[in-house]
């Protein structure tokens, strides 16, 4: 069995990331005391005026020209201009200079300073490290040295100098935690950020935002574990903060742990059961899995508790449209229509509703209503396939012609509309003819292997043998065109040995795939390996009790002689699939 593309917008379940720990805006023109614009400091420290040395007490500047310009206030002067003027090089290296010649801590202090506001990582650690020379138990210096060793990866001394901090800072001791675990948090080095973070913080602290800076730098570096532990502690200890909760849960989405990123916003909501914010994400993240029954309630109850939020009302009529709640749906759209920014939002999906609920005339009236904006292209493909079903082809074409796609997406939507109004009225070669028009040159993945899809209705194998091969030329790895493939092969030829080679290496790709299972059930058949063929046909009937699946279990059972278990096989299909024409081919064939 080979599977067909289907589309379906969810763009409306999406949650955007936060942007946590965001690194530092440009900075304006330096000025002499602006410290808290590079980093926050454990210690408030005021910059003096002026040097501690009288620099005017200097011996006279002599004459000589080389002599002028290493006198240590002619450079101080030249960095103080060249700073002014953006000329932030010259203003480096001048006070570098400047720290080499002499002994005054403010001058360190302000050629790290200079440097940092350069960005200049090597020349700011030198610095540093001369300012603590000077003033060692200045703790701000010794702040700004941990930072600069992180940035260049450089743990062991960063360590020594955050434990000084630790150790002699006499302020909260929460606070200093907390200016060590936001310092770390804004370096790049993320690895080298979590190695410190590890030494110098307490693992035993209860403060969140701590916790939080931990959990995020864990899951950049991929130590999912460590990060987990640490937001455990925080949803114990304190209440969520939705932008807290969207940053981990995005952070968790990104490593693939969708189903954790639920567990953490369950355990968050019943701290604050309450908390409209919280709820929303965990009710979208509920409708991103598929899990549309339990994000209809969550969505509910949000209704409830804020009936004027339009996100909730919105995100409420879909899921009951897409759980076949009707009236409910028609309801919230309706709600939905009276606020006049989202009357084409609720005039598009009053249209699904009325599709769903087998009402065409609504459902045109309803997408003709849709006139502005993201809605308009596909309420007017809509339009072509309602008017197709009802023998208004001509119209129907018209209407596509009409379109003008703003994307490849919306361009190849066109074509495959037209080429299925077109193959539903089995008019297959003008159906090809809009395949071939479209694929002119082209290659896209999506419409090649859908005329090789038509190609097999009208038997031309040869057509779709050459489509999927060429799929495969590009991507070997194409489960779907190796699957069609193989089974086409085994279906329709006697190369029964090369499709059962195609469908084993579709099924490594995709091991639990229905479509695939159900074509190495066929070819194990085909090969004349039939009670190899039963389980895979079994797995497949088991996630979806399909018509073509059940005809070919049904057949390999009554090949194997076990003919009242293919009776019950066909006759469970046929209850909901009365006309099947598989079925009764297979039946009629067999039982004759």
């Not at 593309?5 to 530092?24: D, Q, V, Y």
């Not at 410190?196 to 950049?220: F, G, H």
């Not at 929303?280 to 969550?298: S, T």
Request: charged content about 25%.
């Amino acid at each position: 069995m080979f599977a067909s593309f289907l589309f379906r917008g969810s763009a409306w379940i999406g949650a955007g990331a936060l942007a946590l720990l965001a690194g530092c805006a440009q900075h304006p023109r330096l000025q002499p005391n602006s410290v808290a614009q590079y980093l926050e400091p454990a210690v408030t420290v005021v910059v003096p005026t002026r040097p501690t040395e009288d620099l005017l007490q200097f011996p006279s500047v002599p004459a000589n020209q080389a002599q002028i310009e290493t006198d240590p206030l002619y450079r101080l002067l030249v960095a103080e201009f060249a700073g002014q003027r953006d000329q932030l090089p010259t203003a480096v290296e001048q006070y570098a200079e400047l720290v080499r010649a002499t002994k005054d801590p403010a001058i360190a202090e302000r050629a790290t300073k200079m440097a940092l506001f350069a960005h200049d990582t090597a020349a700011a650690l030198v610095a540093a490290e001369r300012w603590i020379v000077l003033a060692p138990e200045n703790l701000e210096a010794r702040q700004i040295a941990a930072a600069m060793y992180v940035r260049v990866g450089e743990a062991a001394p960063a360590i020594v100098h955050l434990k000084y901090l630790l150790a002699h800072d006499h302020g909260a001791p929460g606070n200093k935690l907390k200016i060590i675990a936001n310092l770390l948090g804004h370096e790049e080095d993320r690895a080298t950020a979590l190695a410190v973070m590890e030494q110098v913080l307490d693992r035993k602290t209860v403060d969140p935002d701590i916790l939080l800076m931990y959990a995020v730098l864990a899951l950049r570096v991929d130590k999912l574990d460590a990060s987990r532990s640490a937001m455990d502690q925080l949803v114990t200890k304190a209440d969520i903060n939705p932008n807290i909760a969207l940053a981990y849960v995005s952070a968790l989405q990104k490593q693939g742990q969708a189903t954790e990123a639920l567990n953490f916003l369950e355990r968050a909501l019943q701290r604050t059961p309450e908390e409209f914010g919280l709820r929303l994400i965990y009710a979208r993240l509920l409708a991103e899995a598929e899990r549309f029954e339990a994000a209809r309630e969550q969505f509910l109850r949000l209704n409830r508790q804020m009936p004027d939020s339009l996100d909730a009302l919105y995100a409420l009529g879909l899921l009951n449209l897409q759980t076949n709640r009707l009236t409910e749906a028609t309801r919230n759209f309706e709600a939905l229509k009276r606020n006049p920014d989202r009357v084409d939002d609720a005039n598009f999906y009053l249209g699904q509703v009325a599709e769903a609920g087998k009402k065409p005339a609504d459902a045109l009236k309803a997408y003709r209503e849709v006139v502005g904006g993201s809605n308009v292209f596909p309420a007017k493909v809509r339009i072509a396939v309602l008017l197709a079903a009802q023998r208004q082809v001509a119209a129907a074409r018209e209407i596509l012609a009409g379109l003008k796609p703003e994307s490849n997406e919306q361009h190849r939507q066109v074509v495959l509309v037209e080429a299925d109004i077109l193959a539903k009225r089995k008019d297959y070669a003008n159906a090809m003819a809009v395949f071939d028009k479209a694929l002119n040159g082209n290659y896209d993945t999506i419409l090649l292997y859908s005329r090789a899809m038509l190609a097999e209705r009208m038997n031309r194998v040869d057509v779709l043998e050459a489509d999927l091969r060429e799929i495969l030329r590009r991507e070997p790895k194409n489960s779907d065109a190796l699957n069609a493939l193989g089974f086409t092969l085994a279906d329709r030829t006697a190369r029964y040995t090369e499709a059962h080679e195609l469908i084993e290496r579709a099924l490594e790709l995709t091991p639990d795939n229905f479509y695939v299972l159900d074509s190495m059930g066929w070819v194990l058949y085909r090969l004349g390996r039939l009670e190899e063929a039963v389980p895979y046909l079994q797995r497949a009937r088991a996630q979806r009790n399909d018509p073509e699946v059940a005809a070919h279990l049904g057949e390999v059972l009554w090949v194997l002689g076990r003919r009242e278990d293919a009776r019950a096989v066909w006759n469970s299909a046929l209850n909901t699939h009365p006309e099947d024409e598989k079925i009764l081919n297979a039946i009629k064939r067999l039982t004759k």
